[in-house]
């Protein structure tokens, strides 16, 4: 298959062409796509003019940035190099002050219905917006103009797609995610405290692929990364069925890796690619690490989700609810029910086959008598 790929060596950007197929394959594994299709990505990536990037941060602590800073499949660097422009991030240009203002307006006017603007952070609305301003523009304003003068608009972190802790209970800002602040325009939420940088990347070449953003659920967040449920995906999810649980840390459940749903994991109602993509290349993810999931990219996860460390009262299932203190003793219980009826079966085959010595004495005779 490779031979047949319209792919360029890419050794004089730092990447050979092996690499640049396997980042390729990558992307199509993170987007859920047959394998078949890795020549068109690749072929996209090749062809295609690079999208211009905007980025624009309101009110957030930029872990998504940070999250980006970190990319290792690829690396920030082939991001920008071979993926797409970034014309504008605050934290990341050089320009700054008026220069930088003019580099963002440049791209809105002359690459308008062309470029794509990344949201990180949330948007407040009280009071006409002033409790957030960018160049003495509100960030209402200033979201209003970029995003809607974009081909589309990806909101990163959980402050972007939903509000997320500006707009905790009592949200005395009136923070509100991209999609309450600007109406009318093509929109993907990546949720996430941080989101994923993978995501992210593979939301980015869908749309260079295709055309068009990838399939998203109901609060617009695409299915591929958002689609699985965390806990039916969990690593320790057969210690849930099993009811072994962590019961305060540190103790022996902890560090044998057992279910984390008594100390507040949220996996139960969290929808995310966590288990599966993981961070920091690969490596990890919290619960793999020994810490319960929080529902980042869940909407008002500071509020439905919290306390963090409080379990959930039940466990959500297919139109049951079963309470968590009773699944062990229910499976040991219907376990050995199990057991006991596959040793009666047993003893009553091994009955019905095993000859007794009085009737093989009867099947002589038997015998016996026909021959006479």
């Known amino acids: 298959?490779?031979?047949?790929?319209?792919?360029?060596?890419?050794?004089?950007?730092?990447?050979?062409?092996?690499?640049?197929?396997?980042?390729?394959?990558?992307?199509?594994?993170?987007?859920?796509?047959?394998?078949?299709?890795?020549?068109?990505?690749?072929?996209?990536?090749?062809?295609?003019?690079?999208?211009?990037?905007?980025?624009?941060?309101?009110?957030?602590?930029?872990?998504?940035?940070?999250?980006t800073l970190r990319a290792t499949k690829p690396t920030l660097g082939q991001l920008v190099l071979d993926v797409f422009s970034l014309e504008y991030h605050e934290t990341l240009m050089a320009a700054?002050?008026?220069?930088?203002?003019?580099?963002?307006?440049?791209?809105?006017?002359?690459?308008?219905?062309?470029?794509?603007t990344v949201v990180?952070?949330?948007?407040?609305?009280?009071?006409?917006?002033?409790?957030?301003?960018?160049?003495?523009?509100?960030a209402v304003d200033i979201a209003r103009?970029?995003?809607?003068?974009?081909?589309?608009?990806?909101a990163v972190g959980n402050c972007a797609a939903f509000g997320g802790i500006a707009a905790a209970h009592p949200n005395p800002t009136g923070a509100v995610g991209v999609h309450e602040a600007v109406t009318g325009i093509t929109l993907v939420n990546?949720?996430?405290?941080?989101?994923?940088?993978?995501?992210?990347?593979?939301?980015i070449i869908h749309y260079l692929t295709f055309g068009s953003p990838p399939a998203v659920d109901s609060l617009r967040r695409p299915l591929f990364a958002?689609?699985?449920?965390?806990?039916?995906?969990?690593?320790?999810?057969?210690?849930?069925?099993?009811?072994?649980?962590?019961?305060?840390?540190?103790?022996?459940?902890?560090?044998?890796?057992?279910?984390?749903y008594e100390m507040g994991c949220k996996g139960p109602m969290a929808y995310q690619n966590c288990p599966t993509i993981k961070w920091n290349g690969g490596t990890s993810w919290p619960i793999q690490a020994g810490h319960g999931c929080i529902a980042c990219g869940t909407p008002?996860?500071?509020?439905?989700?919290?306390p963090f460390y409080r379990r959930l009262p039940n466990v959500p299932g297919a139109n049951v609810q079963?309470?968590?203190?009773?699944?062990?003793?229910?499976?040991?219980?219907?376990?050995?029910?199990?057991?006991?009826?596959?040793?009666?079966?047993?003893?009553?085959?091994?009955a019905a086959t095993r000859k007794r010595p009085s009737d093989d004495k009867e099947a002589k005779g038997e015998e016996k008598i026909k021959r006479i």
């Open 145 to 154: 103009e970029v995003c809607g003068n974009a081909v589309a608009t990806i």
């Open 96 to 116: 700054a002050g008026h220069q930088s203002e003019k580099s963002l307006a440049d791209v809105v006017r002359n690459q308008k219905g062309k470029y794509i």
């Open 322 to 350: 079963v309470a968590a203190d009773k699944i062990g003793v229910g499976l040991v219980a219907a376990t050995l029910v199990g057991i006991s009826a596959h040793l009666v079966g047993r003893e009553i085959r091994k």
């Open 300 to 306: 008002n996860n500071w509020d439905t989700a919290y």
């Open 1 to 67: 298959m490779g031979r047949d790929l319209p792919v360029k060596n890419y050794s004089g950007k730092g990447v050979s062409r092996r690499e640049f197929l396997k980042f390729c394959s990558m992307v199509a594994a993170t987007l859920a796509l047959p394998s078949s299709m890795v020549p068109r990505i690749a072929e996209a990536l090749e062809k295609r003019e690079k999208p211009v990037l905007v980025w624009l941060e309101f009110q957030d602590c930029a872990g998504d940035t940070e999250s």
């Open 120 to 138: 990180e952070g949330a948007i407040p609305l009280k009071d006409g917006g002033i409790y957030c301003t960018v160049g003495g523009k509100a």
């Open 226 to 260: 958002y689609g699985k449920r965390i806990h039916d995906n969990c690593e320790r999810r057969a210690h849930f069925d099993a009811g072994q649980f962590v019961r305060s840390w540190g103790d022996e459940g902890h560090r044998l890796g057992w279910c984390l």
């Open 190 to 203: 990546l949720p996430g405290c941080p989101m994923n940088v993978e995501n992210l990347t593979a939301t």
